[in-house]
């Protein structure tokens, strides 16, 4: 006798797209090629789309390149949920970016989101729970979203949130491999 059980399918109400990365040993600029094909994908099958820039930007004429090049990549697109400034620690020890002191790091978040708010954006920083603990004053951007990635069952972030990234396994229809899975927990 054999069962079969269904896994449920997470319902998907909304996606961030990744727009560009810098490199983090090279300082190299890469625009995602795919970025423009999945915000049109995604909003054709009725998804909510914001973008995110993985930024690994040591200075502010990198921070406002990677700002421009992200406005430049949006050109004629209406989004409807915010850009969003990833600020991720990279664990190589030739990591640009370990350089940057909490108020320099803290500093390039508030050029880039102030930029792209200047070109009517809404805007969001992602963060995990080092980042936000010890690589960014997060005193100094209570002004701005947060998207707080923490995949333990229980765990203890005593700032506001707006989006909670739970897991980095999940798997939605019509994608290969894992994805990230969030829960929007304000409006």
């Known amino acids: 006798l054999a069962t079969t059980q269904s896994v449920p399918v997470p319902l998907v109400e909304f996606v961030f797209v990744r727009a560009m990365y810098r490199g983090y040993g090279t300082g190299k600029l890469m625009v995602d090629e795919k970025c423009v094909e999945n ?3 995604a909003q054709a099958a009725g998804l909510d789309v914001g973008v995110y820039v993985f930024s690994q930007a040591i200075n502010e004429a990198e921070v406002v390149e990677e700002a421009a090049t992200v406005l430049n990549i949006l050109d004629g697109y209406e989004l409807q949920l915010p850009v969003v400034f990833d ?4 664990a190589a020890k030739d990591a640009r970016t370990n350089i940057l002191s909490v108020d320099e790091r803290t500093n390039l978040t508030k050029v880039f989101l102030n930029t792209i708010e200047g070109a009517g ?3 969001m920083i992602y963060h995990n729970t080092e980042m936000g603990a010890m690589l960014l004053d997060l005193k100094q951007l209570t002004d701005y979203k947060k998207w707080f ?3 333990n069952q229980e765990f203890y972030w005593p700032y506001e949130f707006d989006l909670w990234q ?3 396994s999940g798997h939605v229809n ?3 491999g894992s994805v990230d899975m969030d829960i929007w927990l304000k409006p």
């Open 149 to 151: 990635a923490g995949y």
């Open 174 to 176: 019509g994608i290969e």
């Open 121 to 123: 954006y809404d805007t």
């Open 39 to 41: 915000i049109e994908g």
């Open 87 to 90: 600020v991720e620690k990279v």
């Open 166 to 168: 739970y897991t980095e």
